[in-house]
């Protein structure tokens, strides 16, 4: 059985390598952004339907650089996956496999179970699948995002509506800001580092979830015990598979038949989406006795405090990775302009933003502090934010607090 803490903290690697991807597309974006729009005679003299080719052509330039970094990233990422679902396997099945002696029974470990490993090899290709759909998703994102700035800044000049500074700065504010985002078909958005972290921890919840399943039958063993933590998700309310708070920490029957208990697939929704192992759950289940629970009673009404702070603590954690990433995009543009007004003018903004980080970051510990809870530092990280940055943000925000006295 996995804990909820290790389940958290099971995608953190692939969630870096994401958010380093993200960076450096921003980045991309935004470099060849700006050294497009710089380019003053084209804003004179070429007819928008030459202007748009040509932008569509650089984008075809944009997206060779992507592909590039794609390419690098999916090799780094699928030995990740591969590493945490073996490292997760076998910290479960040898969990499991504990209940299983002490009842007298005599368990295969994993390495000598081909079966079980071929169930692990399924979902790690499954989850490497799901990466490829969602790393070309970004792609195309990224390039529909530069083209379609490029061409709003353009017809804000042509039209006299913005200067060229001005058009230039809020395209990179736009970029900075919002980022490159995957369209699911349903209209809901993600960054591809919440993606990619979902899409992990739910491969690797779903792969050591199959393989225990697979090695109960092979047990013969029916009675399942599902983890319990304070902060699960409660749905709707009801008794219903999308409460995770209703199905924790109790006995279930796995085939259904010993009536004692519910029917494990029946009240848990295991492997749906909402359910038990579903999308970014953090619960876990294994063999119990149906006499000896660990876990005990939890209280709803304490289950349902704790899960609002979580939310908003992750809501807070968000919002600072987001200003982060706005500040990063900020510093390439102010490297990449040699026109000294928009230098500027970035750097205004620049220092704005900051000041704007410094602010979150103080109510961020005073959250913390309030309820007595342990700062995430890994949840406020933003790949490229090191120490210099840091530094500079620090310094920017100084100068903009004191400008503003």
């Known amino acids: 059985m996995l804990s909820p803490d290790y389940l958290r903290q099971i995608t953190e690697g692939a969630e870096e390598n994401a958010s380093k991807l993200h960076q450096k597309i921003i980045t991309l974006i935004i470099s060849r952004m700006v050294r497009r729009l710089e380019r003053r005679e084209d804003y004179l003299f070429t007819p928008i339907d030459r202007w748009q080719i040509e932008t569509i052509q650089e984008s075809g330039y944009l997206l060779e650089d992507i592909q590039k970094e794609i390419s690098s990233h999916l090799r780094i990422q699928y030995?990740?996956?591969?590493?945490?679902m073996e490292e997760a396997?076998?910290?479960?099945?040898?969990?499991?496999?504990?209940?299983?002696?002490?009842?007298?029974?005599?368990p295969t470990p994993l390495k000598q179970a081909?079966?079980?490993?071929?169930?692990?090899?399924?979902n790690y290709e499954a989850t490497n699948g799901e990466l490829r759909n969602l790393t070309r998703t970004t792609?195309?994102?990224?390039?529909?995002?530069?083209?379609?700035?490029?061409?709003?800044?353009?017809?804000?000049?042509?039209?006299?509506?913005?200067?060229?500074?001005?058009?230039?700065?809020?395209?990179?504010?736009?970029?900075?800001?919002?980022?490159?985002?995957?369209?699911?078909?349903?209209?809901?958005?993600?960054?591809?580092?919440?993606a990619v972290a979902r899409a992990v921890r739910t491969g690797v919840a779903q792969a050591t979830g199959d393989i225990q399943i697979a090695r109960m039958e092979e047990m013969e063993w029916d009675i399942i015990l599902t983890s319990a933590h304070y902060g699960a998700r409660?749905?709707?309310?009801?008794?219903?598979?999308?409460?995770?708070?209703?199905?924790q920490g109790k006995f279930f029957s796995r085939t259904g038949q010993d009536k004692r208990f519910p029917d494990f697939r029946t009240s848990t929704g295991y492997g749906s989406v909402t359910g038990l192992c579903g999308a970014n759950c953090r619960h876990s289940f294994g063999p119990g006795d149906g006499i000896h629970n660990p876990y005990g009673e939890i209280d709803s009404e304490a289950?349902?405090?704790?899960?609002?702070?979580?939310?908003h603590m992750r809501e807070m954690e968000r919002n600072i990775r987001k200003?982060?990433?706005?500040?990063?995009?900020?510093?390439?543009?102010?490297e990449s302009t040699g026109d000294e007004k928009l230098k500027y003018e970035l750097q205004q903004e620049y220092d704005h933003i900051a000041a704007t980080l410094k602010r979150q970051n103080a109510k961020y510990k005073i959250f913390c502090d309030m309820h007595n809870i342990k700062p995430l530092q890994e949840r406020l990280h933003t790949a490229k934010w090191g120490h210099s940055e840091e530094m500079k943000a620090r310094a920017a925000g100084a100068i903009y607090k004191k400008q503003c006295t």
């Open 234 to 247: 409660t749905g709707d309310g009801g008794e219903n598979p999308g409460n995770h708070c209703w199905w």
């Open 79 to 84: 030995n990740e996956v591969k590493n945490r």
């Open 89 to 106: 396997g076998i910290k479960a099945i040898e969990y499991d496999n504990e209940v299983y002696k002490a009842a007298g029974l005599s």
């Open 139 to 194: 792609v195309n994102a990224a390039q529909q995002t530069f083209i379609e700035e490029c061409d709003m800044a353009y017809e804000k000049v042509t039209r006299n509506v913005q200067p060229l500074s001005g058009a230039v700065r809020e395209a990179v504010d736009n970029v900075s800001k919002t980022g490159v985002k995957i369209v699911y078909p349903s209209g809901h958005e993600d960054y591809i580092e919440t």
């Open 114 to 122: 081909p079966h079980l490993i071929r169930l692990m090899q399924r």
């Open 303 to 311: 289950n349902k405090k704790i899960e609002d702070i979580n939310k």
């Open 323 to 334: 200003t982060k990433q706005e500040l990063l995009g900020l510093r390439t543009a102010i």
